[in-house]
Nanobody
Framework: QLELVESGGGLVQPGESLRLSCQASGGILSYYTVGWFRQAPGKEREGVAFIARNGAVQNYADSVKGRFTVSRDNGRNIVYLQMNNLKPEDTAVYSC??????????????????WGQGTQVTVSS
């Protein structure tokens, strides 16, 4: 069974950058579409970035388009989320998720059945 572990979260100031990692184990990540989601206190979980199995195509929420970049290294079983020009409204717990059947067009969390535990990102001056 595939397992996912996120890392790379932290506290940064507005305008700074962070790179999150989603390390997979127990399976072959290239079989899975991977999405990054975030959930802020009191808000619903939001899908922010998605990457196809071979990494050739990505999809982004409008709120992060142009600032976030998702990439993957299937040889290392890892997916990254590069977050630039961070804003206070990006503060949330970020989680990666994977599914063999979904596509990057499916941005809702109900389309993903394997989840990591999440990593906190806080953007504050």
């Amino acid at each position: 069974q595939l397992e996912l572990v996120e890392s790379g979260g932290g506290l940064v100031q507005p305008g700074e950058s962070l790179r999150l990692s989603c390390q997979a184990s127990g399976g072959i990540l290239s079989y899975y579409t991977v999405g990054w989601f975030r959930q802020a206190p009191g808000k619903e979980r939001e899908g922010v970035a998605f990457i196809a199995r071979n990494g050739a195509v990505q999809n982004y929420a409008d709120s992060v388009k142009g600032r976030f970049t998702v990439s993957r290294d299937n040889g290392r079983n890892i997916v990254y989320l590069q977050m630039n020009n961070l804003k206070p409204e990006d503060t949330a717990v970020y989680s990666c998720a994977a599914d063999r059947l979904t596509t990057i067009a499916q941005m809702g969390d109900s389309h993903y059945n394997i989840w990591g535990q999440g990593t906190q990102v806080t953007v504050s001056s």
